[in-house]
């Protein structure tokens, strides 16, 4: 299976809140990551949280991480049309090198 | 913007060719990433660069290859092109070797025909 797997799409009504979910496999990774990339953009980091972290959270961005599940999640409070986008859960680990390994990315839509 | 560009936006070319795709980091970023993103495989990573070395590989196949110049810029090079070469690819740049603070340029989409 893929090392980072994430739901393809979601959809939203503008104003509530949207949960993106992300499973990874590797117990040795270090920081995990969310992407965020509009149409004809490359991608933007949003935010990353280090491993020995249960929870981050930087304005209407909420990040969960259970290290036991391998389970990360993205909560975005009161979602507006402008958050439509694709976001990629990401994870990296000292392999070498600390490149982030990519899941597929999920499709958010937010309608009226 | 976030700083990093990367030429040219799109490129359309015929199979067994070659091309050079370039990326020019954010001023004071020594590393440089290459990514490949398609629809059948996702974002796979390529190649880092620092300060002109090579620091990690990742599934960049032998018909690609990558360098980094004094000046820090870089380029990519594809030849013997196939079809499912088609993608978008991407150039991301960090002041050291931290890929938490790796910012992304708008990307090169090639098309193989």
């Known amino acids: 299976g893929e090392d980072v797997e994430q739901s393809l799409f979601l959809s939203v009504r503008e104003g509530d809140s949207s949960v993106i979910n992300c499973t990874y496999t590797?117990?040795?990774?270090?920081?995990l990551y969310w992407y965020k990339q509009e149409p004809g953009a490359g991608l933007q980091l949003l935010t990353y949280i280090f491993s020995n972290m249960d929870m981050k959270q930087d304005q209407r961005l909420t990040v969960l991480l259970n290290k036991k599940d391998k389970h990360l999640s993205l909560r975005i409070a009161d979602t507006q049309t402008g958050d439509s986008a694709i976001y990629f859960c990401a994870e990296s680990a000292q392999r070498g090198s600390y490149i982030p390994t990519f899941g597929r990315g999920t499709s958010l839509i937010v309608h009226p | 913007d976030s700083g990093v560009t990367q030429t040219p936006k799109h490129l359309i070319t015929a199979t067994g060719q070659r091309v050079t795709l370039r990326c020019s980091p954010r001023s004071g970023d020594l590393s440089v990433y290459w990514y490949q993103q398609s629809l059948d495989q996702g974002l796979q990573f390529l190649i880092h660069?620092?300060?002109?070395?090579?620091?990690a590989k990742g599934n960049i196949l032998e018909r690609f290859s990558a360098q980094q110049f004094p000046d820090l810029h870089s380029e990519l090079n594809l030849s013997s092109l196939e079809l499912g070469d088609s993608a978008l690819y991407f150039c991301a740049s960090s002041v050291m070797g931290e890929t938490t603070e790796a910012f992304f340029g708008q990307g090169t989409r090639l098309t193989v025909v």
């Open positions: 660069y620092y300060n002109g070395e090579e620091r």
């Open positions: 590797d117990s040795s990774s270090t920081y």
